[in-house]
């Protein structure tokens, strides 16, 4: 059941700053959710055009944007930085709620991939090294192996971090905020820019 204080709030579509009202959003989200409400689908493209999801978790939010992390040679870090665009969708079950998010993508600085790889667990960051991220492994085994050997080579102190080990930063150009409601009659409000610094143009869609 939704908490009464997140039902009873003002009606979202009434809001003109959509990185404000994604930020209590992701608030009530923590407040509500059971498991990972910064978990959110990632859509890429590949090569030929074909599309490709799957579920990562939000590591950062600011006024920027939305920042995730991972193996710049893996298939969803390979397909960022050839198209250097991509798609997130948030659904939190518990809330009822659903925002969509588009816009161009860049890498973080070596600074803050830095800072956040820092925080990682140790487990998370042997296996930054270890994992071939995306790519055929012949068993199980090969994997263990190559956990097994960087433990070996980092086995106390600071684990630097792997040079194709790093974040993305999606910049919004478009957010929209999706409401549930009885017989499907939802509530839309898509909120679109060109690029980061324009003023936000806000439209309320039928459901």
Not at 16 to 36: I, R, Y
């Amino acid at each position: 059941m939704v908490d009464d204080k997140i039902a009873s709030k003002d009606d979202f579509t009434l809001s003109d700053e959509p990185l404000a009202l994604f930020s209590q959003w992701l608030e009530d989200a923590v407040a509500q959710e059971l498991n990972d409400p910064n978990a959110l689908s990632l859509a890429t493209v590949d090569e030929d055009g074909l599309p490709n999801v799957r579920m990562v978790l939000l590591k950062g939010f600011d006024q920027q944007g939305f920042t995730i992390y991972t193996n710049f040679e893996s298939q969803k870090g390979t397909e960022l930085l050839s198209a250097k665009k991509a798609a997130m969708c948030f659904h939190w079950k518990s809330l009822r709620r659903q925002v969509r998010i588009r816009g161009d993508v860049s890498v973080v600085s070596d600074e803050e991939a830095d800072a956040y790889y820092a925080t990682r667990p140790r487990g998370s960051r042997i296996g930054a090294w270890a994992s071939r991220q995306s790519r055929a492994m012949e068993g199980r085994f090969a994997l263990e192996k190559a956990v097994a050997e960087y433990t070996a080579k980092y086995p106390i102190g600071a684990i630097p971090r792997p040079p194709h080990w790093s974040g993305f930063r999606l910049a919004p150009t478009s957010i929209e905020f999706w409401h549930d409601r009885k017989f499907r009659l939802h509530d839309r409000v898509v909120f679109k820019r060109n690029s980061v610094g324009d003023e936000w143009q806000k439209t309320r869609l039928y459901p």
